[in-house]
Antibody, heavy 118, light 109 residues
Framework: QVQLVESGGGVVQPGRSLRLSCAAS????????MHWVRQAPGKGLEWVAL????????YYADSVKGRFTISRDNSKNTLYLQMNSLRAEDTAVYYC???????????WGQGTLVTVSS | SSELTQDPAVSVALGQTVRITCQGD??????ASWNQQKPGQAPVLVIY???NRPSGIPDRFSGSSSGNTASLTITGAQAEDEADYYC????????????FGGGTKLTVL
């Protein structure tokens, strides 16, 4: 069965960096685009970034453009999110999700919490 | 970028039918999906496209679309359907973005 397991969250000071990982199993990872989606405490879902199945194209929400970088290692079945210049408003649970037809998300991980605080 | 608008809260009596709606310009171009999220859990896809249910989703969940409005209907709501429901679609404004509605909290009475 499809499994997505995020890791790398934690407490970080404003301006610092953090890298999230998402380990995928149960499907051919290299055949699918992958997204990061976040959810601030008590708030709704916000799309963050998408990477194509082969890593050739990447798209970002305006709120993270220039600060976050999505990448993947298909040999390790792992998705990454490098987050730099973190701000308090980046505090959220970060989910990785498998892309469905570049329109929707068909499987989600359990999420990892990132808290940006001094 | 485009926005999707949902009613913040909806309630339904146990066993009755409820419709949750999502409005936005992008829905004139792209079908929505619906994601169910229970407290402390990750979202789960329940409906996508014209009216497609992933494996394991009960057939009491159905979707429809007309103009700029997508709808999720639960026919015979169960206690376990109490959750937040988020619609989403691709942005049609020319930006390569994906957008979510603000979510609807469904209470089953």
């Amino acid at each position: 069965q499809v499994q997505l397991v995020e890791s790398g969250g934690g407490v970080v000071q404003p301006g610092r960096s953090l890298r999230l990982s998402c380990a995928a199993s149960g499907f051919t990872f290299s055949n699918y685009g992958m997204h990061w989606v976040r959810q601030a405490p008590g708030k709704g879902l916000e799309w963050v970034a998408l990477i194509w199945y082969d890593g050739t194209n990447k798209y970002y929400a305006d709120s993270v453009k220039g600060r976050f970088t999505i990448s993947r290692d298909n040999s390790k079945n792992t998705l990454y999110l490098q987050m730099n210049s973190l701000r308090a408003e980046d505090t959220a649970v970060y989910y990785c999700a498998r892309d469905l037809q570049q329109l929707w998300y068909d499987f989600w991980g359990q999420g990892t919490l990132v808290t940006v605080s001094s | 970028s485009s926005e999707l608008t949902q009613d913040p809260a909806v309630s339904v009596a146990l066993g009755q039918t409820v419709r949750i709606t999502c409005q936005g310009d992008s829905l004139r171009t792209y079908y929505a999906s619906w994601n169910q999220q229970k407290p402390g859990q990750a979202p789960v896809l329940v409906i996508y496209g014209k009216n497609n249910r992933p494996s394991g989703i009960p057939d009491r969940f159905s979707g429809s679309s007309s103009g700029n409005t997508a709808s999720l209907t639960i026919t015979g709501a169960q206690a376990e359907d109490e959750a937040d429901y988020y619609c989403n679609s691709r942005d049609s404004s020319g930006n390569l973005n994906w957008v979510f509605g603000g979510g609807t909290k469904l209470t089953v009475l």
